[in-house]
């Protein structure tokens, strides 16, 4: 299972995409603002049992997308967050 690091919160606010520190971390003690697909990601996490599930997922939302060119750089950019311990595997 995918999980929102717990050090973070994620919010929108007025339409902008936001994962809020709520305690002192190693990654990072400001808010980070997030892109439409980085919000997606963090929003359907939850629902995936691991990195590739959450990248067909995501990609389910882009029905213009090329899956060949567009999944190997979501798979790569959540294992990234994965490595970077915003998003925790279990």
């Not at 980085?38 to 959450?54: P, R, V």
């Not at 213009?64 to 750089?73: F, M, R």
């Amino acid at each position: 299972m995918l999980f929102l690091n717990n050090d973070f919160v994620y919010r929108e606010i007025h339409g902008v995409h936001l994962l809020i520190p709520v305690k002192k971390n190693a990654i990072s003690d400001e808010t980070i603002f997030l892109n439409e697909t980085a919000a997606l990601i963090f929003q359907l996490c939850s629902y995936a049992k691991n990195g590739h599930m959450l990248a067909l997922l995501v990609f389910e939302k882009f029905t213009d997308a090329d899956k060949e060119e567009v999944l190997p750089e979501l798979e790569d950019y959540i294992q990234n967050l994965i490595s970077e311990e915003l998003i925790i595997e279990r």
